[in-house]
T-cell receptor, first 114, second 112 residues
Framework: KAGVTQTPRYLIKTRGQQVTLSCSPI?????VSWYQQTPGQGLQFLFE???????NKGNFPGRFSGRQFSNSRSEMNVSTLELGDSALYLC?????????????FGPGTRLLVL | QQQVKQSPQSLIVQKGGIPIINCAYE??????FPWYQQFPGKGPALLIA?????SEKKEGRFTISFNKSAKQFSLHIMDSQPGDSATYFC???????????FGSGTRLQVQP
């Protein structure tokens, strides 16, 4: 079974631009969560989608948004990029998103904002 | 109250040693405590997880000890190997939110 895939793996943008990252979960998984990883703040939860609906949201500004498609693939969008948005963005999938289910992480998309 | 505090920040042990990584939490609603291992350039991978109704869980060389009254849990790696050199994260979640709250990570180096 293929793991979680994320595209692109690396991205360079400039301040003010917007970016869209993509995540394909493990086949059969319906829950997709997004996390931001930075040296300073560590791993922080962005949001979780299940059956095309956002179920949970972390403490990030509205510039960060996401969506999920009927095939469970998910995208996250960051508008009006800031230097502080430079980070590794990780996507994780699980079967149904209940507590105690293993969340499988993808390799991440490394975003650099100049 | 959502924080999970992890220590130490870094750890160096000799091959065969038993590194111990500690985590503490405040939120009593947390009911699931996984540990993740992350290698450079990779996403975190689940190592082992525990529920608060169990005080200890072993899987291979990895053991979680859980102290519910102290709101602390720790990871022990038995007979550590150079291949265990990685960053380890503790995490916690509750049934209501499912989102993982991560500790700050421990960079482990196992010297041959």
């Amino acid at each position: 079974k293929a793991g979680v895939t994320q595209t692109p793996r690396y991205l360079i943008k400039t301040r003010g631009q917007q970016v869209t990252l993509s995540c394909s979960p493990i086949s059969g998984h319906r829950s997709v969560s997004w996390y931001q990883q930075t040296p300073g703040q560590g791993l922080q939860f962005l949001f979780e989608y299940f059956s095309e609906t956002q179920r949970n949201k972390g403490n990030f500004p509205g510039r960060f948004s996401g969506r999920q498609f009927s095939n469970s693939r998910s995208e996250m969008n960051v508008s009006t990029l800031e230097l502080g948005d430079s980070a590794l963005y990780l996507c994780a999938s699980s079967l149904g998103g209940t507590t105690g289910e293993t969340q499988y992480f993808g390799p991440g998309t490394r975003l650099l904002v100049l | 109250q959502q924080q999970v505090k992890q220590s130490p920040q870094s750890l160096i042990v000799q091959k065969g040693g038993i590194p111990i990584i500690n985590c503490a939490y405040e939120n009593t609603a947390f009911d699931y405590f996984p540990w993740y291992q992350q290698f450079p350039g990779k996403g975190p991978a689940l190592l082992i997880a525990i529920r608060p109704d169990v005080s200890e869980k072993k899987e291979g060389r990895f053991t979680i000890s859980f102290n519910k009254s102290a709101k602390q849990f720790s990871l022990h790696i038995m007979d550590s190997q150079p291949g265990d050199s990685a960053t380890y994260f503790c995490a916690a979640s509750d049934t209501g939110r499912r989102a993982l709250t991560f500790g700050s990570g421990t960079r482990l180096q196992v010297q041959p």
